[in-house]
């Protein structure tokens, strides 16, 4: 039988796998809405009620538009990092010597059209949720100006809009798409357009919702790739193609990773919604939730069995279609569970939440904790606020790097431990300005949120950057098992070498990031907004980070990079940059009128002193902060600038070594080896000038 007829004899048992998934899903999503009260329909007098239809549409389309975006991840994640590439014809494996595989071209496709149907699944969620808030029915919503009005009002309709647009473009993109790093590039696309919807709806409104948008965000980047995933593993399986052993191999190691994000972030997210454990059995919702905990359980024995016995059993030898037909049984299996639990997952996003007992302060709710005491040196240090992205951050980081410091060091090769405790003061210093009382005052007064934007964008990348993280990486990832394939290295090196760091690694280009982004930020409306939302402020910190990072990494060099400058370029470089940092302090200490007013008025502490001393305050902060890393970064480049020299020094040495040697062995005399002959023309023209000046006035290097 060929590969064809072999592929074209799976489909009927992939359509009944598919059926069978969808039946779950649908079953449970509707047997959870009606436990959990949100098919009811809510009669209130007075309010209209926009319907049968919406009030089923509404759940099913949200289903729709989960499931199509997973599926998507999974076809794009198939065809960029589970497939392996293949190598040139008549090519030597190596760095960006592979290609698309028939298969993965074949997922890239699919993906086009099940973003085309995440776009529709978006685009009827959006029609739904107006009508859900408006109370009026489809038909009216659809004919009506209302559907326009409320993408542009509404967070909500503004991030379904996204949604639909960032899914129509890797629709378009992906029917021509044929080269592993578009193919990256795709993934990373879907991957963005996977948040704006989950992160406008009970996490953004709950009490501690500093907590649960970022809980939100984990779970949904951790829940995509393992569901899409295990769909693609699946089909894969049951259309009986290629390489499933070592598909199954790199599914299940990210599985793994996967499920332990997705309960760390799902636990977050439960606590942060009720903090009283009591309400999972005396409410609605915890009663779904304590239904999805268990079904979380459930797929934990799946992926279990998997790691233990199936994957295993397909590395063996013995009949290939035998073996993947006992896989594909237990997966699909796996993946009807995993839609129950996505529809189940849908009803409790639909089910609200139990009200937060007492009043809640207007500061509360905007901060998600209450206004701390007076600031005081004790108070910052001591009155620690848990934010999860930066603990999550701080953990990743040090986490990753003792890792690779830990495979060198058993591989028997060294790592100097100067760099791993630069490194890990770094993650010190972001734990420092994101846990402490720094980051409770930061949102209140503008003056530590410039101490803090100050180190983290000044202060903790020098310390990064001289930990050397991209060379540990390179000499600890180890290259792909397969000949032409990309690991993680190999993808690496690609980054390092493509025109996208080129350009944004320039010196030019990261100066300019470096130092208009912060005039940018702090005097225009973008700062107020960023500080308005938790999402906005995480992101405006990572930018500040990461271009800190950029400007040191290209700035003192320690790792590889596209352009390396020349030691007197980069003090240069340091000279010119640090001024307008201290240009941007005195711009702020000249201010006439507060920057973000409307957002420190509403948070305006009654022990502090008025918005434009604060800030005035904050301006000196700047202005004075400047000398602390270019203290530190020109003792940094001294050192490598000696350590340079002398390894410069070393080098040339052995060249002349060795080349004294090689003529001593051929019988060259030392006077005709290079170097040998320099050092002898230098020694005749000191000796003709100290002639010269004996002489009285001849001309030095002069003839005679």
Known sequence: MSAGEDARGGVPALVRTAAIAVAAGLGVLAVALVAGGAAAEQIIPGIATAGTLTRWGLPVSRTAMDVASALTIGTLLAAAVLLPLETRRGKAAGAGTGTLSKDAIGYLRAASWLAAGWAAAAAATLVFTVSDVLGQPVGQVITGSELSSYVGSLEQGTALMIVVLLAVVVALLARTTATPAAAIGLLAMAAVALLPAPLTGHSASSANHAIAVTGVALHVAAVAPWVGGLGVLVAHALLRRERLPVMAERFSRMALW??????????????????????????????????????????????????????????????????ARAFARLAGVEAAVMAGTMGLAVALASTAPPAPTGTESAVRTLLGYEMPPPITAGRLATLWWFDLFFAALAAVLAGVYLAGVVRLRRRGDSWPLWRTVFWLVGVLSIVLATQTGVARYASILFSVHMAQHMTLNMLTPIFLVVGAPITLALRALKPARIRGDRGPREWLTALLHSRYSAFIAHPATATIIFVASTFALYFTPLFQSLMQNHLGHIGMTVHFLLAGFLFFWVLLGVDPA???????????????????????????????????????????????????????????????????????????????????????????????????????????????????????????????????????????????
Request: hydrophobic share 45%; with cysteine; net charge positive.
């Open 258 to 323: 996967c499920y332990i994000v997705v309960g760390a972030s799902g636990m977050m997210n439960v606590v942060a919604r009720m903090p009283d454990p009591a309400e999972l059995v005396t409410t609605n919702y915890g009663r779904l939730a304590l239904a999805k905990i268990v079904a979380f359980a459930a797929l934990g024995w799946f992926g279990w069995w998997h790691r233990e016995r199936t994957v295993p059993a397909l590395q063996e030898r013995g009949p290939r279609a035998a073996r």
């Open 562 to 704: 596209p352009k390396r400058l020349p030691y007197p370029g980069r003090l240069l470089l340091l000279f010119v940059t640090m001024p307008f940092h201290a240009f941007f302090g005195i711009a702020l200490m000249n201010l006439g009128k507060p920057i973000a007013e409307g957002w420190y008025n509403a948070v305006d502490p009654p022990w502090g002193t008025t918005l434009l001393q604060d800030q005035h305050t904050g301006g000196a902060i700047a202005w004075a902060f400047g000398e602390i890393p270019t203290f530190i970064v020109l003792i940094v480049l001294a050192v490598q600038w000696y350590s340079d020299d002398q390894r410069q020094a070393r080098r040339m040495d052995r060249r002349a070594d060795r080349a004294a040697k090689a003529g001593a062995a051929a019988g060259v005399p030392a006077e005709d080896d290079e170097l040998a002959a320099y050092n002898a023309r230098l020694a005749k023209l000191a000796e003709r000038d100290r002639i010269a000046e004996e002489g009285g006035g001849a001309r030095p290097g002069g003839g005679t």
